[in-house]
């Protein structure tokens, strides 16, 4: 049977601890504020006694230890051990209004520091660890999308590139975990049609609008090759994956419909998943 590890690690309030738990809702063994310079040698004792999917969080209270965590992850996958990174990421003022709501006091807090110099804190600490994994900003995701992102990303192939098209709306910040972000609102707008307006790009006749569209075909076309003239690159630098973000002023009918074909049009060659920031 395989070894499946997840490792998990992020800013204080981002959402750790409601990952961790749809981990082991899925299934997984979970351990939360795993100090990382025992993590390698106590996931090895939970594998050696049977247990073969374990999800674990490690964070800012390992202190400089948290630097060790790139080291950690490569001695996993030397055992041929299915090990996957995630590092979850908000906004300062989320973050802070997320202190604010639970009265919880921030980890990394003395009595003397603010919130904001924690988490100023925080991020210097962990800054050498954020971009080695899957990172997801949680700025604008509630709890029940985070959950479903998780779940979807047990699916990832370990030795595959997997391509996130993620479709969001200007109007409401740009997503901080993309890779790439391509702005779509040159393309005609299916909102200016009354009958559009309430509709979705997964809708037939918002589909049908922009099928029909030359310059939502160019886009798109554009796009695609894009992607498959950099896709080689990436998995050459042994990226295990690529969010690619596409943005419409709203978030419901372009960026939709494009991050859905494209998700159709690369999901024979790659692992793909689609996420649809504004509708969830």
């Given at each position: ?113 603010s919130i904001l110099e924690c ?149 024979t060659n790659f692992s793909v ?8």
């Amino acid at each position: 049977m395989n070894n499946h590890i997840i490792l998990i690690s992020g800013l204080s309030g981002s959402g750790k601890t409601v990952a961790l738990r749809a981990l082991e809702d899925s299934g997984f063994f979970s351990m939360d504020n795993l100090p990382v310079p025992f993590a390698l040698e106590i996931i090895s004792r939970l594998i050696a006694r049977g247990e073969h999917k374990i999800a674990v969080t490690l964070d800012a209270r390992s202190g400089e230890d948290i630097t060790q965590l790139p080291l950690t992850l490569s001695k996993l996958k030397e055992n041929n051990w299915q090990a996957h990174f995630i590092f979850l990421d908000a906004s300062d003022n989320d973050l802070i209004r997320r202190f604010s709501e639970t009265r919880r006091p921030h980890p990394l807090s003395d009595g003397t520091l603010s919130i904001l110099e924690c988490i100023s804190t925080e991020r210097e600490l962990l800054s050498g660890i954020s971009d080695i994994g899957y990172r997801i900003d949680t700025t604008q995701i509630t709890p029940n999308a985070l959950r479903s992102r998780i779940k979807n990303y047990l699916n990832i192939d370990n030795n595959q590139l997997t391509l996130f098209f993620e479709s969001f709306g200007f109007k409401h910040g740009i997503p901080q975990d993309a890779d790439f972000v391509f702005d779509v609102r040159c393309i005609p707008n299916p909102f200016y049609d009354p009958k559009l307006r309430p509709q979705t790009g997964q809708d037939k006749d918002v589909i049908d609008f922009l099928e029909n569209d030359l310059l939502a075909q160019k886009m798109f076309s554009d796009i695609s090759h894009f992607i498959h003239n950099w896709t080689h690159a990436f998995i050459k630098d042994n990226r295990s994956t690529l969010t690619i973000a596409i943005g419409c002023t709203g978030g419901q009918h372009r960026s939709v419909y494009l991050a859905d074909k494209l998700k159709n049009h690369f999901k024979t060659n790659f692992s793909v998943q689609v996420i649809h920031r504004e509708l969830t």
